[in-house]
């Protein structure tokens, strides 16, 4: 048996080259890293991290540095479902998701490094091969990444410009905000993107939870005959009721799960017809294991799995299963601090063959950033 021998946290500002906007978070400048390394009592090393849109951070490290490291060590590395799940119920009064998840998350996700990285596997091959429902497989199956804009504010001849930068990357799929002031400045924006896509470009769009459930019905039907994908986040997202009648009424599939940071949550949203796209954030809904949890629950319900951010990371989950949604590919900035940050070729998304999840985070750069702490 492998046993943990010590975990490290950090937390580091990363800040954004362009700051971004959405209709919730209004802009941003910069988002924060929340590391773990870990190394077990064989020598072998495993990283995990989480992230926030620029607040928090420092509760996320407090609980991994002042709680989960001490009483990790010593722990094995080898069954990491009971360990998360001991993990949960230590945590159960103060977490059942919140920033428990995000701290466990990133625990979680260096517990299958390290073990994929043992096992001399890149993770998806090492997900395939030790999770009981999923099949092994000798090549990766495609992964399809998005380009996720977080372009709000952008005026729409620079939304396009950028998009169109995006296309000559790589990208041949596309997903925009909305959740401007007036609906009809939606409209005119997602218009003149299907015109600059034409028909042939998957186009997505993201309200960020921005409307009640009626200006969402009101929203999705104003927006149907565009072509759209899904409609992401339109409303509240507990609200499992909600999501359910702007499917119904709106008549455009929905996607959400950014903001739910538990699996039962994702259990009632899927279950009560609330959505056609679970988007689990591994960084957000406690890490790999809870992750695969839900895919495993969109499998059973019919539901393809799709992804939020962190796409270094889900690019492997993506191909671990076989019922694979888009990968959503936007930047946080972290590309600037990884060796080999995810490569896109002609539409489809380069899946790593290096051992682990393969991230390998430049930690002198992020170290001359210095710690994250205090609020902003
Ligand atoms: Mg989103």
């Given at each position: 048996m492998t046993r943990i021998e010590s975990v490290r946290a950090d937390c580091f500002r990363i800040p954004l080259p362009t700051a971004v906007a959405d209709s919730t978070h209004g802009t941003m400048d910069a988002f924060q890293l929340i590391t773990v390394r870990l190394t077990d009592s064989d020598g072998g090393t495993g990283v995990g991290y989480t992230f926030t849109v620029g607040h928090g951070g420092t509760a996320v490290r407090s609980l991994l540095r002042d709680d989960l490291s001490e009483w990790l060590a010593?722990?094995?590395?080898?069954?990491i479902a009971e360990l998360w799940q001991r993990m949960w119920w230590r945590l159960h009064w103060v977490g059942r998701g919140g920033v428990a998840s995000f701290a466990m998350a990133a625990v979680d996700i260096a517990l299958w490094d390290l073990q994929a990285r043992r096992a001399g596997r890149p993770l998806w091959r090492h997900l395939r091969e030790t999770v009981d429902w999923l099949t092994p497989a000798d090549s990766p199956p495609t992964v399809t990444p998005y380009a996720g804009g977080i372009?709000?504010?952008?005026p729409i001849d620079v939304l396009l410009e950028r998009t169109q930068g995006r296309l000559e990357s790589g990208f041949r799929a596309i997903k925009m905000k909305v959740g401007r002031p007036q609906l009809a400045e939606d409209v005119e924006r997602v218009t003149a993107m299907r015109e600059l896509l034409g028909s042939d470009i998957p186009l997505m769009v993201d309200a960020?939870?921005?409307?009640?459930v009626d200006e969402a019905i009101t929203a999705a039907r104003a927006l149907d005959?565009?072509?759209?994908?899904w409609l992401e986040?339109?409303?509240?997202?507990?609200?499992w009721d909600g999501h359910a009648r702007i499917a119904d009424e709106g008549g455009l599939p929905i996607a959400a799960g950014e903001?739910?940071?538990?699996v039962a949550e994702f259990r009632e949203l899927i279950t009560r017809g609330g959505i056609a796209y679970p988007e689990p954030d591994v960084a957000t809904v406690g890490g790999i294991t809870p992750w695969l949890e839900v895919a495993r629950i969109s499998a059973e319900n019919g539901l393809p799995t799709t992804t939020h951010g962190v796409h270094d990371l889900h690019v492997h989950l993506l191909a671990a299963i076989d019922h694979a949604s888009f990968l959503e590919v936007h930047g946080f900035g972290l590309e600037q601090f990884i060796a080999a940050p995810l490569a896109i070729g002609d539409g489809q998304a380069v899946v790593p063959?290096?051992?682990?999840?393969?991230?390998?985070?430049a930690w002198d750069k992020l170290a001359s950033l210095g710690q994250k702490t205090t609020p902003e």
């Open positions: 010593g722990e094995s590395c080898d069954e372009d709000l504010d952008d960020n939870m921005r409307w009640s005959g565009l072509d759209l994908v986040e339109p409303t509240a997202p507990e609200d903001n739910l940071h538990s063959d290096r051992p682990g999840h393969g991230v390998e985070l």
